[in-house]
């Protein structure tokens, strides 16, 4: 379940007011709301998609643009958003040129969103669209940022679930950042928020921790995941350990930081065992140390020095990518109105 928002002292209380009530002054009647999809061989979602997400915002009387990033597809599914683009003006197609990595990918979607809120959604229809609309009302209310709470994930394994938890306790245990736990890209974010966002250069990029960043008035929708509508997912166990490594290095120093607490803590072992064998030595006389806790020791400081060695390279490697600085993504071209796009190799 979400967790419970904090009470917030009466005065507190009344200055988010007096903000709220500011934004809602200061936002248009009405918006152009740009969601943002992401993908990467969805051939098979594509159309469920667009037959899904679009009545629901005709229903809601909504002004959108829907903002498909073709991340290096192999399949059909730049051709199936070319369609769809040449049936309805109000899909465009970001095409990147080669596969970049959903971060990427949504990085390219907010750089091309035209909207005055923009939504990220996964084109799996396991973000229900149907939030939409709740999203907007907050947003009326005079919220920046409007994120989905995962209350229910019935459909992920027991695994999966206890890694979640662990990554987002964590994170929020050594980052300054904290990101609301059970939370994915499903949010909305205003203009002005985004503005903020599209000035971020890193490279390494982790949304999640990026979106915490920027700050601004937010507040969660609870919503219960559902199963994924078609397709499947490209995520596995092996990537998703990779994307919590990036998120943990990106925003915390911490992993750093605490291998000087285990040198001073292995030195101190050190000497104070140096001290027990001069003074058996000295009471008891010559003392001939054991060859097993000698390996033993020797095995351990070795794995400690390797350990520390791959931590600082996490973070060297990151840095190198840095300062290179190589654009994060690199788009093909934009396609509009069913615009044909170059031939495949």
């Not at 988010?16 to 969805?42: C, N, Y």
């Not at 609309?133 to 947003?139: A, C, E, I, N, P």
């Not at 203009?191 to 490279?203: D, I, N, S, W």
């Not at 994924?228 to 596995?236: L, S």
Request: hydrophobic share 45%.
């Amino acid at each position: 379940m979400p967790e419970a928002p904090l009470p917030r002292p009466k005065l507190a209380g009344i200055a988010l007011e007096r903000q709220l009530a500011l934004q809602r002054s200061r936002r248009p009647a009405d918006p152009l709301l740009s969601l943002i999809v992401p993908v990467f061989d969805e051939e098979e979602s594509i159309d469920l998609f667009i037959d899904t997400v679009v009545p629901i915002l005709e229903r809601d009387r909504l002004r959108f643009e829907v903002v498909f990033v073709n991340d290096g597809s192999r399949d059909d599914t730049l051709s199936r958003l070319l369609t769809r683009s040449g049936d309805d003006r109000r899909i465009r197609v970001v095409n990147l040129s080669r596969n970049f990595g959903k971060e990427a990918a949504l990085t390219a979607g907010i750089d091309h969103a035209r909207g005055d809120v923009l939504i990220p959604i996964d084109i799996d229809l396991q973000d229900p669209p149907d939030l939409i609309g709740s999203f907007m009302t907050r947003w009326r209310e005079g919220y920046d940022i409007v994120y989905g709470v995962r209350s229910a994930r019935l459909t992920d394994t027991i695994a999966k679930r206890l890694s979640a938890n662990w990554f987002y306790w964590v994170f929020n245990s050594i980052s300054p950042v904290r990101i609301p736990p059970n939370v994915g890209d499903f949010r909305l974010v205003d203009r002005r928020a985004v503005e903020v966002l599209r000035q971020l250069p890193e490279r390494s990029r982790f949304m999640k921790g990026l979106f915490a960043w920027v700050g601004f008035n937010s507040i969660g929708v609870p919503y219960e995941r559902p199963q994924r509508a078609a397709g499947a997912t490209k995520f596995n166990y092996w990537r998703l350990w990779n994307f919590a490594l990036d998120g943990v290095v990106s925003f915390s120093t911490a992993p750093l930081r605490a291998w000087f607490y285990v040198g001073v803590v292995i030195a101190t072992v050190a000497v104070l065992y140096a001290f027990f064998i001069i003074t058996r030595v000295l009471i008891f006389g010559i003392d001939t140390p054991g060859y097993a806790s000698l390996l033993i020791a020797v095995l351990l400081m070795g794995a400690i020095q390797l350990l520390s060695l791959g931590i600082i390279g996490e973070y060297l490697g990151r840095l190198f990518l840095e300062v290179k600085g190589r654009p994060i993504y690199v788009v093909e071209g934009v396609y509009e109105d069913g615009a044909d796009a170059p031939p495949k190799d």
